[in-house]
């Protein structure tokens, strides 16, 4: 049993993945790096910290790491009056809080996008805390986003909630258990090798199953 519900944001409560995914494949244009914008999916829900050299390697790292990173925020400002959160979301969060849980939202997002999608999900009515980029120096798959999200709320034992592949490999770096939403476009099989327990299609399917998972009480 937990206490806390530990949810990431893009992809999962806000439909941001490809959006996420043109913006960078845009800022490495800037630069002469040419990615095909499969891969730079395959990478979504890795923080921004991380991407630039899993994607393009450590050399292009070093040497604009900093200005890719600024080049993606321009590139998805321009985008992000079209983001929508996903059917669902502020009613997951309502429902987690009715069951006793505390929720939290992990995201590594930049602090003004991070307020944004907080008023799309009414996720400070719903949410006792959250995260953006801030909070931590290394983001997802490094676990270090879900501790601070766990310490915000002095929760015991916390379930991850995620789209991505790297959700459950930081969760499980903490032996949380991890409840997948398809979301992001990543296969079941994908999710489950990652470490998800449970894996759903979408949030209605994941809200009418809360009692098969760790969520459907809190301790």
Not at 20 to 49: E, Q
Not at 143 to 172: H, I, N, Q, R, Y
Not at 195 to 202: E, L, P, R, Y
Request: glycine share 10%; net charge negative; aromatic share 8%.
């Amino acid at each position: 049993m937990a206490d806390t519900a530990i949810i990431d944001v893009d992809g999962t409560l806000v439909d941001t993945n490809y959006q996420h995914a043109l913006a960078w494949y845009r800022a490495f244009d800037r630069y002469d790096v040419v990615l095909p914008l499969w891969r730079i999916h395959r990478h979504i829900g890795m923080g921004g910290d991380q991407i630039v050299a899993a994607l393009a390697g450590e050399d292009v790292e070093r040497e604009h790491g900093d200005a890719l990173r600024e080049a993606w925020t321009e590139e998805f400002d321009k985008m992000i009056d079209e983001v929508r959160p996903f059917e669902g979301a502020t009613d997951l969060l309502a429902e987690l809080g009715r069951r006793g849980f505390a929720v939290v939202l992990a995201s590594s997002g930049k602090p003004k996008h991070v307020d944004r999608f907080l008023d799309l999900i009414d996720g400070r009515e719903h949410c006792r805390a959250w995260t953006t980029s801030e909070d931590v120096e290394k983001t997802k798959p490094a676990p270090d986003l879900m501790k601070v999200a766990l310490a915000k709320v002095e929760g015991a034992s916390g379930v991850a909630v995620g789209d991505s592949t790297w959700d459950f490999l930081a969760a499980g770096k903490l032996d949380l258990p991890g409840i997948a939403i398809r979301t992001g476009g990543f296969s079941p099989e994908e999710l489950r090798e990652a470490g998800a327990a449970h894996v759903f299609d979408s949030i209605p399917d994941l809200i009418d199953g809360l009692d098969r998972t760790p969520l459907r009480k809190a301790t």
